[in-house]
Nanobody
Framework: QVDVVESGGGSVQPGGSLRLSCAASGSISSLSVMAWYRQAPGKDREWVADLLRGGGTRYANAVRGRFTISGDNAKNTVYLQMNDLKPEDTAVYYC?????WGQGTQVTVSS
């Protein structure tokens, strides 16, 4: 079981940037995938991005080109760099290991 804890959420204006962090309780280097999801008010949770073992990445169409997922194996931490944020990016963002979800961190994009 690898538990995860998110941090880094906050409020920004449209066009701004935030970096979310996901600290894992164990090594992430051997995990098949680490992922970010988000859930906006009144909507289902949706997948945002994957970091695959070996460093490959995948992105949802809505964030491709604006968000970047990356990992630091030495720190057992996964990041989500979010640029050019839009109001529709407002959501609770969750990190997921193969065995656990984090508690989420709120991101609000508003002028």
């Amino acid at each position: 079981q690898v538990d995860v804890v998110e941090s880094g959420g906050g409020s920004v204006q449209p066009g701004g940037s935030l970096r979310l962090s996901c600290a894992a309780s164990g090594s992430i280097s051997s995990l098949s995938v680490m992922a970010w999801y988000r859930q906006a008010p009144g909507k289902d949770r949706e997948w945002v991005a994957d970091l695959l073992r070996g460093g490959g990445t995948r992105y949802a169409n809505a964030v491709r080109g604006r968000f970047t997922i990356s990992g630091d194996n030495a720190k057992n931490t996964v990041y989500l760099q979010m640029n050019d944020l839009k109001p529709e990016d407002t959501a609770v963002y969750y990190c997921k290991s193969p065995s656990a979800w984090g508690q989420g961190t709120q991101v609000t994009v508003s002028s």
